[in-house]
């Protein structure tokens, strides 16, 4: 059915445009002003309007001379047999680089191959990189990646109208790859900084930085997630955006739609180098905590709880009888620190603290790391299928790092089927546990082997139960569900490995 003719005022109207009533008398219409009416609300069913895109142009005509272009000199060591005319370094479209090269960091956290050099032969070359950076300060407080200046023995920054400067790093925290610099300079523009938890997943964003040293180059996406944890840094609950960043772009600002900054573009994804629509930022709150401590004492403080946790999968919930997966496992407890002191235990699982939801793993270092030391903390956990609350004063993390600890996912059939004995003296303190705790598993087959367990591992707990004998496994097993998890020690680490049944 036509919708004009939904009502009789529509009806009468659809009829006198069409000239089948007369346009004379008493509340009727001429046939001109039918038509009129009519056509309103055709275009606007037709043609809604669409949204309002931002104006990215003036956020980059405001805020882009805010935007800076860096460059470091320093030496990286090559040996004599390898350099720019090495074939390797032809194929992989970059000289070879060392661990201990100054921009070696740089370029693994853009996803470039780097050739192993080997320790023969080597020779200091002198060596040049570029990032970028923004203003935050009218007198000259600029932030940038920690990775773009490690290393550097010369750091410049280059402003939009080209006026160049020699830089000072006044200091640099690794663990959220952040650092802050300062040029002798004054009346300078800045960016106006804004809050990422505004941000909302599908907003648009823009990024402005010299990829591959095409300065002040500006580039737009969306968010495409929030609160990502990547693997070499846990500090960091990074914003994921499918706005192009390239090697160059790192330091610069990641804009929302209102022209504030919510985020340092710092790392992709990458298996050629360049952008594959996988982009990560620092939030901003994350960046000025640290530029705060920075300029005030010149270092930065991390907290630190003291636990190596891991993923809650499926089979861990089911293990552990959680409504569903969420939370971090608690795989080890280091002894004597803020986690042991609070009472947490290998087998817990944290799902919130402070009252925020612990939905990843990766969200309690990324939490935690942000707290000053001496903060204290309440923790949700749950233990033994209830829900327990425990406090804890967090500690200084100085240089040791919160640690993921990760597990296997696979999946198997049948019988547990392991093989084990009790732990001989020599074999108890070489795993470092105490004398008569743990099984050494001799042979692991079916469900365990295929979930990852392997022969010379330790079983220390079943679904959070310390094992002692085999008596206790077998007990154990015999109240399993579908699936259990296996706390084991390899090569002096503590993990939970969930393994199905069938």
């Known amino acids: 059915m036509n919708t004009l003719l939904a009502t009789p005022r529509r009806l009468v109207l659809a009829l006198v445009a069409a000239g089948a009533l007369g346009a004379t008398g008493a509340g009727l219409i001429t046939a001109h002003e039918a038509r009129a009416q009519l056509a309103q609300p055709v275009a606007a069913a037709a043609a809604p309007a669409a949204a309002a895109l ?9 805020y882009g001379p805010a ?7 320093g030496m990286r060591k090559v040996s004599d047999d390898d350099g720019a005319n090495s074939p390797t370094a032809h194929q992989r479209g970059m ?53 773009v200046v490690k290393g550097a023995t010369d750091v410049t920054v280059k402003l939009t109208d080209r006026r160049e400067f020699r830089a000072k790093v006044l200091g640099a925290d690794p663990k959220t790859d952040v650092a802050v610099l300062k040029i002798d300079a004054s009346n300078l523009p800045t960016v106006q900084l804004g809050s990422s938890d505004d941000l909302k997943v599908g907003d648009w964003v823009l990024a402005i930085g010299s990829p591959f040293g095409f300065e002040n180059s500006v580039t737009v996406g969306v968010v495409s997630a929030k609160g990502r944890s990547l693997p070499d840094d846990s500090y960091v609950p990074f914003i994921q955006t499918d706005a192009a960043v390239n090697p160059g772009n790192s330091g610069g600002p990641l804009f ?17 180098g360049g952008f594959q629509g996988l982009s990560f930022s620092i939030p901003i709150e994350v960046a000025t ?12 403080e991390h907290a630190r709880l003291g636990v190596a946790v891991q993923e809650v999968n499926q089979t861990f919930a089911d293990s ?6 969420a939370g971090a496992l608690v795989a080890n407890v280091d002894a004597g620190g803020p986690a042991d002191k609070a009472g947490l235990k ?5 799902l919130k603290i402070n009252g925020r939801p612990i939905v990843a793993s990766g969200d309690l270092p990324a939490f935690v790391g942000q707290q000053a030391p001496g903060d204290k903390v309440q923790m949700e956990v749950w233990r033994q299928g209830r829900a327990e609350t425990l406090a804890a004063t967090l500690g200084n993390a100085d240089d040791k790092a919160a640690k993921v600890a990760r597990g296997d996912d ?9 093989t084990l004995r009790p732990l001989q003296p020599d074999e108890a303190r070489a795993a470092g546990v105490e004398n008569g705790q743990g099984l050494l598993i001799e042979d692991a087959r079916g469900p365990a082997a295929m979930a990852g367990v392997q022969g010379g591992d330790v079983l220390l707990a079943i679904n959070g139960m310390p094992v002692k004998g085999v008596e206790q496994v077998r007990a154990a097993m015999a109240h399993a569900g579908k699936s259990v998890a296996l706390l084991i020690e390899r090569d002096g680490d503590k993990i939970f490995v969930p393994v199905r049944l069938g």
């Open 67 to 73: 935007v800076v272009n860096i460059s470091v000199s």
């Open 54 to 62: 931002p104006d990215f142009s003036a956020i980059t005509a405001r």
């Open 256 to 272: 929302n739609a209102r022209g504030e900054v919510v985020g340092i573009n710092s790392q992709i994804y990458s298996r050629s």
């Open 320 to 325: 552990f009888k959680l409504p569903r997966p």
């Open 95 to 147: 000289p070879g680089i060392t661990p201990d090269d100054p921009f070696y960091e740089f370029f693994r956290r853009f996803g470039i191959p780097m050739p192993d050099m080997g320790g023969q032969g080597q020779r200091s070359v002198p060596v040049r990189g570029e990032g970028s950076g923004f203003i935050i300060d009218p007198n000259g407080i600029v932030l940038t990646n920690a990775h």
């Open 289 to 300: 905590r640290v530029e705060q401590q920075i300029v005030a004492t010149g270092r930065v």
């Open 410 to 418: 696979a999946v198997g059939k049948g019988q547990l089927g392991l």
């Open 346 to 350: 290998v087998g817990d699982v944290i």
